[in-house]
Protein backbone atom coordinates (compact mmCIF):
# COMPACT_ATOMS: atom_id res chain seq x y z
CA UNK A 1 0.00 0.00 0.00
CA UNK A 2 1.41 3.18 -0.96
CA UNK A 3 0.83 6.30 1.70
CA UNK A 4 2.21 9.58 2.56
CA UNK A 5 1.55 12.79 3.53
CA UNK A 6 1.69 15.95 1.76
CA UNK A 7 3.97 19.44 3.74
CA UNK A 8 2.20 22.72 2.63
CA UNK A 9 1.92 26.30 3.84
CA UNK A 10 -1.63 27.20 3.60
CA UNK A 11 -1.91 30.72 3.55
CA UNK A 12 -4.79 32.37 6.28
CA UNK A 13 -8.52 32.14 5.15
CA UNK A 14 -7.65 31.62 1.33
CA UNK A 15 -9.45 28.79 1.26
CA UNK A 16 -9.63 27.97 -2.57
CA UNK A 17 -6.14 28.61 -3.46
CA UNK A 18 -5.10 25.95 -0.51
CA UNK A 19 -7.27 23.83 -1.68
CA UNK A 20 -5.93 24.23 -4.96
CA UNK A 21 -2.23 23.76 -3.64
CA UNK A 22 -3.31 20.50 -1.92
CA UNK A 23 -4.63 19.39 -5.09
CA UNK A 24 -1.55 19.89 -7.50
CA UNK A 25 0.63 18.64 -5.19
CA UNK A 26 -1.93 15.42 -4.64
CA UNK A 27 -1.48 14.75 -8.60
CA UNK A 28 1.83 15.19 -8.83
CA UNK A 29 2.11 11.22 -6.97
CA UNK A 30 0.20 8.20 -7.15
CA UNK A 31 -1.02 6.90 -3.61
CA UNK A 32 -3.12 5.17 -1.99
CA UNK A 33 -3.60 7.27 1.38
CA UNK A 34 -2.11 10.91 1.80
CA UNK A 35 -2.65 12.76 5.22
CA UNK A 36 -2.59 16.62 4.73
CA UNK A 37 -2.05 19.07 7.73
CA UNK A 38 -5.07 20.22 10.12
CA UNK A 39 -6.70 23.19 9.29
CA UNK A 40 -4.88 22.80 5.67
CA UNK A 41 -7.42 24.96 3.99
CA UNK A 42 -7.85 28.24 6.89
CA UNK A 43 -4.10 28.20 7.82
CA UNK A 44 -4.16 27.87 11.96
CA UNK A 45 -4.27 31.09 13.68
CA UNK A 46 -7.54 32.41 14.19
CA UNK A 47 -7.79 35.72 16.02
CA UNK A 48 -11.33 35.72 17.50
CA UNK A 49 -14.61 33.92 16.93
CA UNK A 50 -16.02 35.60 14.13
CA UNK A 51 -13.26 34.32 11.82
CA UNK A 52 -13.83 30.49 13.06
CA UNK A 53 -17.80 31.37 11.71
CA UNK A 54 -16.79 32.59 8.29
CA UNK A 55 -14.39 29.53 8.14
CA UNK A 56 -16.03 26.66 9.15
CA UNK A 57 -17.84 24.63 7.12
CA UNK A 58 -20.30 21.75 7.45
CA UNK A 59 -19.18 18.08 6.88
CA UNK A 60 -20.15 16.68 4.93
CA UNK A 61 -22.19 18.84 2.73
CA UNK A 62 -19.20 22.12 3.16
CA UNK A 63 -17.37 23.10 -0.15
CA UNK A 64 -14.23 21.53 0.86
CA UNK A 65 -15.02 18.30 1.86
CA UNK A 66 -16.95 18.14 -1.27
CA UNK A 67 -14.05 19.41 -2.93
CA UNK A 68 -11.68 16.62 -1.19
CA UNK A 69 -14.25 13.63 -2.34
CA UNK A 70 -13.80 14.66 -6.16
CA UNK A 71 -9.89 14.63 -6.12
CA UNK A 72 -10.14 11.60 -3.91
CA UNK A 73 -12.59 10.37 -6.72
CA UNK A 74 -10.38 11.48 -9.64
CA UNK A 75 -6.98 10.19 -8.28
CA UNK A 76 -8.12 7.12 -6.73
CA UNK A 77 -6.33 8.43 -2.97
CA UNK A 78 -7.89 8.05 0.17
CA UNK A 79 -7.36 11.51 1.62
CA UNK A 80 -7.15 12.56 5.34
CA UNK A 81 -7.49 16.59 6.18
CA UNK A 82 -8.00 18.89 8.80
CA UNK A 83 -10.83 21.66 8.69
CA UNK A 84 -12.09 23.73 10.93
CA UNK A 85 -16.13 22.15 11.25
CA UNK A 86 -19.40 24.25 11.58
CA UNK A 87 -21.80 21.36 13.23
CA UNK A 88 -24.73 23.71 13.83
CA UNK A 89 -23.15 26.44 15.40
CA UNK A 90 -20.99 24.48 17.94
CA UNK A 91 -17.01 24.28 16.02
CA UNK A 92 -14.79 21.60 16.00
CA UNK A 93 -11.23 21.19 15.37
CA UNK A 94 -12.05 18.41 12.55
CA UNK A 95 -10.55 15.98 10.44
CA UNK A 96 -11.97 14.28 7.65
CA UNK A 97 -11.37 11.12 5.69
CA UNK A 98 -12.48 11.14 2.06
CA UNK A 99 -12.66 7.43 -0.23
CA UNK A 100 -12.81 7.82 -4.35
CA UNK A 101 -16.42 6.24 -3.66
CA UNK A 102 -17.08 9.45 -2.03
CA UNK A 103 -17.66 7.94 1.71
CA UNK A 104 -16.77 10.76 4.70
CA UNK A 105 -15.43 9.81 8.12
CA UNK A 106 -15.65 12.45 10.29
CA UNK A 107 -12.92 12.97 13.80
CA UNK A 108 -13.23 15.79 16.19
CA UNK A 109 -9.68 16.58 18.02
CA UNK A 110 -9.57 15.58 21.62
CA UNK A 111 -7.38 17.64 23.27
CA UNK A 112 -6.85 21.13 22.30
CA UNK A 113 -4.18 22.88 22.37
CA UNK A 114 -3.61 26.61 23.92
CA UNK A 115 -5.79 29.10 22.22
CA UNK A 116 -7.89 26.66 20.05
CA UNK A 117 -9.52 26.12 23.39
CA UNK A 118 -10.84 29.75 23.08
CA UNK A 119 -12.76 28.95 19.72
CA UNK A 120 -13.49 25.13 19.35
CA UNK A 121 -15.01 22.62 21.46
CA UNK A 122 -13.40 19.30 22.98
CA UNK A 123 -14.42 16.92 20.27
CA UNK A 124 -17.18 14.53 20.79
CA UNK A 125 -16.43 11.17 18.38
CA UNK A 126 -14.16 9.57 20.60
CA UNK A 127 -10.99 7.74 18.39
CA UNK A 128 -12.22 6.18 15.78
CA UNK A 129 -10.62 3.70 12.91
CA UNK A 130 -11.89 3.53 9.94
CA UNK A 131 -11.37 0.09 6.93
CA UNK A 132 -10.34 1.14 3.73
CA UNK A 133 -8.28 -1.37 0.83
CA UNK A 134 -8.47 -3.73 4.41
CA UNK A 135 -6.85 -1.51 6.14
CA UNK A 136 -7.34 -0.08 9.22
CA UNK A 137 -6.56 3.48 9.44
CA UNK A 138 -7.31 5.53 12.90
CA UNK A 139 -6.99 9.51 13.04
CA UNK A 140 -5.79 11.86 15.56
CA UNK A 141 -4.90 15.20 15.25
CA UNK A 142 -1.66 17.07 16.07
CA UNK A 143 -1.72 17.63 19.92
CA UNK A 144 -3.55 14.40 20.79
CA UNK A 145 0.14 12.78 20.15
CA UNK A 146 1.05 14.42 23.83
CA UNK A 147 -1.34 12.05 25.12
CA UNK A 148 -0.13 8.55 25.21
CA UNK A 149 -3.98 7.02 25.19
CA UNK A 150 -4.60 8.78 22.39
CA UNK A 151 -2.30 6.26 19.41
CA UNK A 152 -3.40 3.04 22.61
CA UNK A 153 -6.95 3.77 21.94
CA UNK A 154 -6.41 3.51 18.31
CA UNK A 155 -4.29 0.35 18.41
CA UNK A 156 -6.56 -1.09 20.85
CA UNK A 157 -8.89 -0.63 18.11
CA UNK A 158 -7.59 -2.32 15.37
CA UNK A 159 -5.40 0.75 13.97
CA UNK A 160 -2.90 -0.19 11.57
CA UNK A 161 -2.02 3.08 10.45
CA UNK A 162 -2.28 6.30 12.35
CA UNK A 163 -3.24 9.23 10.32
CA UNK A 164 -1.98 12.45 12.25
CA UNK A 165 -3.06 15.68 10.61
CA UNK A 166 -0.94 18.13 12.47
CA UNK A 167 0.22 22.08 13.07
CA UNK A 168 2.97 21.03 15.34
CA UNK A 169 4.63 23.91 17.13
CA UNK A 170 6.50 22.15 19.99
CA UNK A 171 9.72 20.42 18.84
CA UNK A 172 9.04 17.31 20.70
CA UNK A 173 6.41 15.55 18.62
CA UNK A 174 8.79 13.60 15.96
CA UNK A 175 11.26 12.03 18.32
CA UNK A 176 7.61 11.12 20.45
CA UNK A 177 5.91 9.52 17.49
CA UNK A 178 8.62 6.99 16.84
CA UNK A 179 8.07 5.59 20.57
CA UNK A 180 4.36 5.93 19.90
CA UNK A 181 4.55 3.67 17.08
CA UNK A 182 7.30 1.42 18.50
CA UNK A 183 4.94 1.10 21.84
CA UNK A 184 1.53 0.26 19.76
CA UNK A 185 3.37 -1.54 16.82
CA UNK A 186 1.72 1.00 14.21
CA UNK A 187 2.43 2.61 11.51
CA UNK A 188 2.46 6.79 12.09
CA UNK A 189 1.93 9.48 9.39
CA UNK A 190 2.21 12.70 10.27
CA UNK A 191 1.41 15.56 7.72
CA UNK A 192 2.59 19.10 9.36
CA UNK A 193 2.60 22.42 7.89
CA UNK A 194 5.34 24.66 6.94
CA UNK A 195 6.06 28.33 7.69
CA UNK A 196 4.75 30.88 10.10
CA UNK A 197 1.47 32.80 11.14
CA UNK A 198 1.31 36.42 12.72
CA UNK A 199 -2.21 37.24 13.50
CA UNK A 200 -3.91 39.27 15.85
CA UNK A 201 -0.82 39.77 18.22
CA UNK A 202 -0.23 36.12 17.39
CA UNK A 203 2.71 34.69 16.17
CA UNK A 204 3.76 30.80 14.94
CA UNK A 205 6.86 28.81 13.46
CA UNK A 206 5.77 25.60 12.57
CA UNK A 207 8.55 22.82 12.46
CA UNK A 208 7.49 20.87 9.64
CA UNK A 209 9.36 17.62 9.94
CA UNK A 210 6.32 15.25 8.68
CA UNK A 211 7.22 12.04 9.04
CA UNK A 212 6.03 8.23 8.33
CA UNK A 213 7.14 6.00 10.91
CA UNK A 214 6.85 2.30 10.77
CA UNK A 215 6.08 -0.34 13.94
CA UNK A 216 9.61 -0.49 14.39
CA UNK A 217 10.47 2.87 14.82
CA UNK A 218 12.09 2.93 11.30
CA UNK A 219 11.63 6.51 9.59
CA UNK A 220 10.36 5.43 6.52
CA UNK A 221 10.11 9.07 4.87
CA UNK A 222 10.48 12.63 5.99
CA UNK A 223 11.31 16.46 5.20
CA UNK A 224 12.62 19.18 6.55
CA UNK A 225 11.20 22.41 8.79
CA UNK A 226 10.59 24.70 5.10
CA UNK A 227 9.92 22.00 2.71
CA UNK A 228 6.62 21.75 0.67
CA UNK A 229 6.79 18.22 -0.28
CA UNK A 230 4.69 15.19 -0.99
CA UNK A 231 6.50 11.68 0.17
CA UNK A 232 5.28 8.38 -0.38
CA UNK A 233 6.21 4.85 1.55
CA UNK A 234 5.19 1.67 0.23
CA UNK A 235 4.07 -0.81 3.35
CA UNK A 236 2.47 -3.75 4.29
CA UNK A 237 -0.14 -2.91 6.75
CA UNK A 238 -0.26 -6.50 8.28
CA UNK A 239 2.97 -5.70 9.63
CA UNK A 240 1.19 -3.46 12.18
CA UNK A 241 -0.81 -6.72 13.43
CA UNK A 242 2.51 -8.21 14.92
CA UNK A 243 2.37 -7.55 18.24
CA UNK A 244 4.88 -9.67 19.83
CA UNK A 245 7.99 -8.31 21.19
CA UNK A 246 9.53 -11.77 22.01
CA UNK A 247 7.40 -15.32 21.71
CA UNK A 248 6.11 -14.61 25.51
CA UNK A 249 5.37 -10.49 25.14
CA UNK A 250 2.52 -9.55 23.50
CA UNK A 251 2.33 -5.73 23.53
CA UNK A 252 -1.58 -5.70 24.04
CA UNK A 253 -2.89 -8.81 25.90
CA UNK A 254 0.59 -8.07 28.39
CA UNK A 255 -1.11 -4.80 29.48
CA UNK A 256 -2.42 -5.29 32.90
CA UNK A 257 -5.48 -2.78 32.79
CA UNK A 258 -6.37 -3.95 37.29
CA UNK A 259 -2.71 -2.39 37.52
CA UNK A 260 -3.18 0.92 36.61
CA UNK A 261 -5.03 2.72 38.96
CA UNK A 262 -3.81 6.26 40.02
CA UNK A 263 -4.45 5.53 43.90
CA UNK A 264 -1.98 7.33 45.96
CA UNK A 265 0.10 5.56 48.54
CA UNK A 266 0.39 6.86 52.04
CA UNK A 267 2.67 4.38 53.83
CA UNK A 268 1.26 2.15 56.58
C1 LIG B 1 -1.50 21.71 17.81
O1 LIG B 1 -2.19 20.87 18.38
N1 LIG B 1 -1.91 22.29 16.70
C2 LIG B 1 -0.20 22.10 18.34
Given at each position: MKVGFIQMTPEFGQVNANIKMAEKMIRTTSADLLVLPEFFNTGYLFSDLQEVRELAECVPDGHTTTQLCRISHETETALVAGLAENANGTYYNSAIMVTPDYLVHLYRKTHLFDREKLFFQPGNTGFKVFEYLETKIGIMIC???????SVRSLALSGAQIIAHPSNLVLPHCPRAMITRCLENRVFGITANRSGSETRGGHHLDFIGNSRIIS??????GQCDKEDHCCIIADID?????????????HILSDRRPEMYHTDLCHGS
Open positions: FDWFFPEPESNILPSKADQKNVTGRN
